[in-house]
């Protein structure tokens, strides 16, 4: 997969030239999670399935950004996505690459990460 296609993925699942349907506005989950943010802990959402986690990582990706974060600082990957091939560390490694060197975010970026038990040996990316 080269850096066009994740690109290509990645600007449908971002902020960077669109809005996104956010869904039903959920205050409370938004708020507890917003507290998090200044502690750089991972924080990770659980639940049923189609019970609006994903809408929730979006919500907050939006609530930050409506309060002044640059929408290059967000990066939001969905791995059910079907145009993902090969779901494993590398392709995990080269996705955030590929948004570094395209967006340039200036700080540090925000990364929101949807469905990543689909990617074999996820928990091995040691980024951060």
């Known amino acids: 997969m080269d850096k066009f296609e994740i690109l290509t993925i990645l600007e449908d699942w971002n902020f960077w030239k669109k809005e996104l349907d956010t869904g039903i506005i959920r205050n409370l989950y938004l708020e507890k999670l917003k507290n998090f943010i200044s502690t750089n802990q991972i924080i990770a959402i659980t639940g ?10 979006k919500q907050l990706a939006k609530k930050l950004t409506d309060e002044g974060l640059d929408k290059k600082q967000i990066l939001i990957v969905n791995f059910e996505d079907p145009r993902f091939t090969q779901l494993d560390s590398k392709l995990l490694q080269k996705i955030y690459e590929t948004y570094l060197e395209s ?5 540090k970026p925000y990364i929101f990460l949807d469905e990543i038990q689909e990617v074999e040996d996820w928990e091995r990316w040691d980024k951060y």
């Open 48 to 57: 049923a399935r189609r019970s609006g986690k994903s809408f929730i990582m």
């Open 103 to 107: 967006l340039n975010p200036e700080d």
